[in-house]
Structure formats: structure tokens, C-alpha cells
């Protein structure tokens, strides 16, 4: 592909524990991942119950780079239900061209307006 990207990642509450590599789905998500060329950096409990301890939440980078620099890990905090997963990847080079971001301003106003006069009786 013609992708002009240096890293990717697939990061996130995934619900699949691919700690339980019996399961038929759990190995064919990391063979397909796998065949992606992401592979997985968090293999470490993200969700611990009284009943199940589990790794549902991924970080799965992909890099053009042999010897990635890409460092991940489970913060055990108890914010939520689940472990807080993190990443960091490498800053970009000074002088690197970064995309630019455009910005596009709604008249809100005008928007609050518009849907008042509405007849949302008929609708």
C-alpha cells in the first residue's frame, strides 16, 4: 500500500481475553492481527474481578521500523472496572511535516435558530 504513516495502532476496550488462546476466535483475532503486522503489547490483565481475570483491553502497534521504539503497559489503577493501558511511541524528528489539522466554524446560532422554527409536531 502507498500509506505515507510511520507508526499505527489499534489501541483499546476490545472484549476479546487473548489470554485464553484455546478459544478458536481469541487465536484467530492474534493470527489475523498477526498477519496485519500488529502485534500485541499488552498480555498482562487489564480486568480483574472476583470472578475473572482477564486481558480485554489492547495495544496493538504496527511499525515500518525493525526495531520499533513503541513502550506500553497496564497502570493498575482502579478508576474504572479495567486496568488503564498506555502507549508511547517516539516524538516525530524536528523539521518532520506533520498533517495539518483544519478547523471548520458552524454558526451555531443560526443551527439553534434553524431548529426552533422547525414544526417538529409534523415530523
Known sequence: NNCNYQYQLLMGDINI???????????????????????SHINAYTRVDKNSQTCIDHIFPKSKKKNDDIHSTVLEVHLTDHYTIVARLPAAKVGTVVKKLSKEVRDYEGLKTYFISLDWDSM
Open 17 to 39: 481475553n487473548i489470554l485464553d488462546e484455546t478459544t478458536d476466535y481469541v487465536q484467530y483475532y492474534l493470527n489475523t492481527m498477526n498477519e496485519l503486522g500488529f502485534n
